[in-house]
């Protein structure tokens, strides 16, 4: 049945997170430090929203772009909150982030056209590049700049065929950031060269000592950048899928039709959902969301020392909610570290390669659990470490 597999579809790799995912989920007495989702439950008065938009009988297709309302509030959102104004008219509400990047990818990708992205970086732009024909090309970022885009590393990858970069910050897997000025540094590149940003703002409101600044809200780039953004991180609500995309009209244009005939529209009681999230999130100077950044900031703190503590180089993350720690200084790489983790200790993170090849000596560990848990598994990657130097 080969014959009938695309070769784009066979030659993608499976996923390096839903790998590890998936064994642990078998696992007795396992913790997973794995898959990015928060441990919070979704504010009571979203869930409640959905369930009022369902029992008054809202179970109908919306709109291909999404509730008006919803779009008004989006469009209202990334004005107050970071600065860049869109017409909800331009605004298009996806089925989560990752229908985002997808949807972006198709419509501006040629063949043979090149994309930069930043590597380590999330696992799903390389292969929504190569599935809508284009080539990704990784553009390394370490940890001695703050894995940041930096503009010299953007020239040495940039040739005639470059069409877009992706700017995935606040970062996952690293928790890197990009300040207002850093990202003012790289302008004047994008800008030669005459480049589409991608923005991916998916953890906007996870930053720690400091608010997070959108490449769209500085002079002249909202014109060339497609903000990609959603409710799962900030809000909870990984299992509502719902996001959205702000970006120029003609990128819209082409996303909207893609869309289209491909979702239809994202489901009607998430959107009914998300629009009761930011309306109470105005109300209350996002109260829910602040206590959820300042926990997860504990957690931050408390893994950082840790991995350092044990002789573990670790980055500090100022946003998302992963640690990146190198475990270099053992002679291994991070699949290594991962596979040997999960058998002796039942811990399970993810090989940094997963990420890209900048990551080889690395392991992802998210800290959106317990600190229960975060106490326990640090218990356990110590001892093994100490068994690993023992050998």
Known sequence: ??????????????????????????????????????????????????????????????????LTALREQIARYM?????????????????????????????????????????????????????????AVPVHCSAENGFILTPEAIERAVTPKTKAIVMPYPNNPTGGIMTKEQLEAIVPVIEKHDLLVVSDEIYAELTYGGKHVSVASLPGMKERTVVINGFSKAFAMTGWRIGFICSPPEIDA???????????????????????????GFADRFASVEAMR????????????????IGLSCFEPRGAFYVFPSVESLGIAG???????????????????????????????????SMANLDEASRRIEKYVRALRAR
Request: aromatic share 10%; proline share 4%; net charge neutral.
């Open 1 to 66: 049945m080969r014959k009938f597999v695309n070769s784009k579809a066979e030659n993608l790799k499976p996923s390096g997170i839903r790998k590890f995912f998936d064994i642990v989920s078998e696992m007795k007495d396992a913790i997973s430090l794995g898959v990015g989702e928060p441990d919070f439950i979704t504010p009571w008065n979203i869930r409640n929203a959905a369930v009022k938009s369902i029992q008054r009988g809202y179970t109908q297709y919306t709109g291909n772009r999404g």
């Open 79 to 135: 004005k107050e909150r970071f600065g860049a104004e869109y017409s909800p008219e331009h605004i298009l509400v996806t089925v989560g982030a990752s229908e985002g990047i997808d949807l972006v990818m198709r419509a501006i990708c040629e063949e043979g056209d090149e994309i930069l992205v930043p590597d380590p970086g999330y696992v799903s732009y390389f292969p929504c590049v190569q599935l809508a024909g284009g080539t």
């Open 254 to 280: 082409a996303v909207l039709k893609i869309h289209q005939y491909t979702l239809l529209c994202a489901s009607t009681a998430s959107q009914y959902a998300a629009l009761e999230g930011l309306k109470d």
């Open 294 to 309: 300042e926990e997860y900031n504990k957690r931050r703190r408390f893994m950082v020392d840790f991995f350092n503590g």
């Open 335 to 369: 699949e290594e570290f991962a596979n040997g983790l999960l058998r002796a200790e039942k811990i399970a993170v993810v090989p940094g390669d997963a990420f890209g090849d900048a990551g080889k000596y690395h392991v992802r560990c998210s800290y959106a659990t």
